[in-house]
């Protein structure tokens, strides 16, 4: 696939967390995020809060792809202000709070999806994300499963 201008490719894989074997989360690194898929469009707004910084607001769009495990995003950083206006587009919403253990993020997410947790993993190249074992934690891989992108997640919210 041809990079489109400005955009990077994102290299990450999903697994769908057993909570009974889910690792401590006490202690751990955490954020929230909120995320409004906007209706219509591959664009999502999503402000991460949390950890004692700044809030963090961006737009984002992920491009179609035929490989689950690298596709192209393009984040534009926004203002709080910038954030505000765009904010009241009609869309879906789902939040989660992001803990990072042993180099994942787990998804704990809140709402209609409470106990569901999902693990992910970024690397910088295709190779080094598909060199990663999924953890003990994890019952099984969902990288391709339409289901469990955010997006869906958050249009069954």
């Known amino acids: 696939m041809e990079l489109p201008k400005y955009a990077l490719f994102e290299h990450e894989r999903r697994f769908l967390v057993d909570p009974a074997r ?27 809060t949390g950890a004692g910084a700044a809030p963090v607001y961006k737009l984002c769009r992920k491009y179609l792809s035929d490989d689950p495990v690298s596709a192209p995003i393009t984040n534009l950083y926004l203002t709080a202000e910038e954030f505000a206006q765009l904010d009241v587009l ?39 994300v598909l060199a990663q074992m999924m953890p003990g934690w994890a019952m099984r891989e969902v990288t391709g499963d339409p289901a469990y992108s955010g997006a869906e997640l958050a249009r069954t919210a």
């Open 22 to 48: 889910c690792p401590p989360l006490d202690g751990a690194a955490m954020v929230r995020i909120e995320d409004l898929y906007i209706v219509a469009t591959r664009l999502r707004l999503r402000r991460v």
């Open 90 to 128: 009609p869309g879906n919403r789902i939040s989660k709070c992001r803990y990072r253990i042993d180099g994942f993020g787990l998804d704990v997410f809140e709402g209609r999806h409470a106990g569901l947790i999902i693990a992910e993993i970024e690397a910088p190249t295709q190779a080094a």
